[in-house]
């Protein structure tokens, strides 16, 4: 039989609430524990607090001194009080009854939060972890390893390469007159009407049309042309100029290669020069001896550096004197050169009776910039080509690849699949080249211009090339696709004469800044640049001329021969 429960004697407190003061006389037994204190609590406080079954009334009572000192925050803490002298050790055993894990952090590894989940193999852990972070560690060293090593070989050189230096040394007793900057230059718009030609000088040899079915699979060797001349000529130097300047046939006489560079001035990076002569009432655009405007600039407007050591194969020097011979080569290998020629009015006025002469026609045309100020040019085309029984001239010019790993895309693999990737990268990286080029065809009047696409054989052989490919643009479609604006280059033109017509006599040269994007006026003396023959030494062929044929051929022919044995030279 089950045991009934007695719940005891209850005392009645009938002076207030709660038991009274004297709940269990000596007199009257009772079955409730000693000592139980009253312990008031609030709705908001937890059940556990005010009935806790689990403590253990049985232990000693002694160290109950030291709790009375301890702080307590809230009043219905059982520690403060003197009838629980063992809440501090119950306190020291306390076990949390929650067995979920601690949230784990959001960042920082991951076995921080996990290491106190599992003590069960703490030394397996420690061993996990320190294999990780050795292995995190070695991760670290290399990604460092190769990103200095990326950075010395890249940043290195573009530090390197961003000292340009100027085209020509500015001497102390030169006066700077003005500094123009390339942003006027944006907003210039002049509109010319259509030239005149007056003069019409030398012979074309007509273009083999075979040349525009060549493609990387079916390349041709680029040959070499030792035995014709090729004339850069400055505008002083130039009989015919000098001719019509004493006719009065204009007041401002230039080169087209000189308006070029004018023209496209706001898309040159490298420093170049142009002397100005003011003599009279007329003006005249010319070139130094052995100036850049001779060369060819490679890889000018591209953001990969190169070389600066003028003796590597692919430095700036290096790249412009190749250009330029492979320029003058692929220009006479593309024609028939069979002694079918279109001669004009006068033969060619800078070279010798009976001298083997690249195939060139020089047209002198004229512009009207204003009622009394008219400009005279000299400009050039390459050769003829009939269509329909009418003749079109054309403007030859090659693009050369050196290395692949400059301009990012490999010729050879993606010029017969991807020909405008090719285009666009040139026309970033050589955006100056091609835009004057594009001014060149333009001033002649062209009909066509085609551009070559010549490649090294192997990267590192700069003597032997091949053509890859050969492509004709007409000259106003392909201005118009590289935003080329005829308006604004005749504008640049046309300030530039008005200020310099403002200039008093003498001589003036025009510098480009090396690092800046402006041009500056120089004022020289009158003997400047009359030797200056430092830059360019005398080719070897010329060398061996006799000195009355030498003298002759380079003060008033200004003969230049092929570019290759000026290479050969500048390597030597």
């Known amino acids: 039989m089950v045991g009934g429960f007695e719940v005891g004697a209850v005392p009645f407190n009938p002076d207030g609430w709660g038991p009274p003061d004297a709940t269990v006389t000596p007199t009257t037994t009772s079955t409730l524990p000693l000592n139980v204190p009253f312990a008031p609590f609030s709705r908001s406080e937890k059940l556990g607090r005010i009935a806790d079954f689990t403590r253990n ?10 709790r009375k000192n301890a702080a307590s925050d809230s009043v219905f803490d059982f520690t403060a009080d003197d009838s629980f002298p063992s809440a501090a050790d119950n306190d020291s055993s306390f076990r949390l009854v929650d067995g979920k894990p601690p949230p784990r952090p959001k960042f920082g590894p991951k076995w921080r939060s996990n290491q106190h989940n599992r003590p069960q193999l703490p030394q397996r852990r420690d061993e996990e972890v320190e294999a990780k972070k050795r292995e995190a560690e070695k991760e670290r060293a290399r990604r460092d390893r190769h990103y200095n090593q990326n ?3 890249q940043n290195q050189p573009r530090r390197e390469a961003a000292v340009f230096k100027s085209s020509v040394e500015i001497q102390p007793e030169w006066n700077m007159l003005d500094q123009i900057p390339f942003s006027t230059f944006t907003k210039l718009s002049f509109s010319v009407p259509e030239p005149e030609d007056l003069i019409l000088c030398g012979g074309l040899e007509f273009y083999d049309k075979s040349f525009d079915r060549i493609t990387p699979k079916a390349e041709r060797r680029l040959e070499r042309f030792k035995n014709r001349n090729f004339f850069k000529v400055t505008t002083t130097d130039d009989p015919v100029i000098r001719r019509l300047a004493n006719e009065d046939k204009a007041t401002v006489f230039a080169t087209d290669n000189i308006l070029a560079t004018l023209m496209c001035a706001t898309r040159s990076v490298y420093s170049w020069d142009i002397v100005v002569q003011r003599v009279g009432n007329k003006l005249f655009f010319d070139k130094r001896d052995g100036s850049q405007l001779d060369l060819l600039s490679v890889h000018e ?11 590597d194969i692919n430095s700036a ?3 412009s004197v190749e250009a330029a011979y492979i320029n003058q080569n692929f220009s006479q290998q593309v024609l028939f050169r069979d002694g079918n020629k279109v001669a004009f009015d006068e033969p060619n006025p800078f070279a010798n009776e009976g001298e083997e002469v690249a195939s060139v026609a020089y047209k002198y045309r004229r512009w009207k910039l204003d ?11 390459q050769s003829v080509v009939e269509v329909n029984k ?10 050369n690849e050196f290395d692949p790993k400059y301009s990012g895309v490999d010729w050879r693999q993606k010029l017969e699949t991807q020909r405008g990737a090719v285009l666009a990268t040139e026309l970033k990286n050589n955006a100056n080249k091609l835009a004057k080029w594009t001014a060149q065809a333009l001033l002649a009047s062209a009909d066509m211009m085609k551009l070559g696409y010549v490649s090294r054989v192997h990267p590192r052989d700069h003597f032997n090339h091949v053509i890859l490919a050969v492509v004709g643009y007409k000259p106003k479609d392909f201005a118009s696709q590289i935003n080329l604006n005829t308006s604004n280059m005749w504008g640049i033109v046309k300030s530039i004469v008005d200020l310099c017509m403002k200039l008093n006599e003498g001589k003036y040269v ?3 800044d090396p690092s800046k994007p402006q041009v500056r006026i120089y004022e020289v003396p009158a003997d400047a640049f009359e030797n200056d023959y430092v830059e360019e030494p005398l080719p070897e062929e010329e060398q061996a001329q006799p000195p009355e044929e030498n003298a002759e051929n380079a003060e008033a022919n200004g003969v230049t021969n092929d570019v ?8 030597a």
Do not use: W
Request: net charge negative; hydrophobic share 30%; glycine share 8%.
């Open 57 to 66: 009334l049985n232990q000693g009572q002694g160290g109950a001194g030291g």
């Open 151 to 153: 950075r010395s070989n």
């Open 301 to 311: 407007t591209s953001q990969e550096p190169l070389p600066e050591a003028k003796d």
């Open 317 to 319: 020097y290096s790249l």
């Open 371 to 381: 009622d009394d100020m008219h400009l005279v040019a000299r400009c050039e085309v």
């Open 390 to 399: 009418q003749r079109s001239f054309l403007t030859l010019n090659a693009l």
């Open 510 to 512: 025009l510098v480009k």
């Open 564 to 571: 290759e044995d000026k290479e050969i030279d500048a390597q």
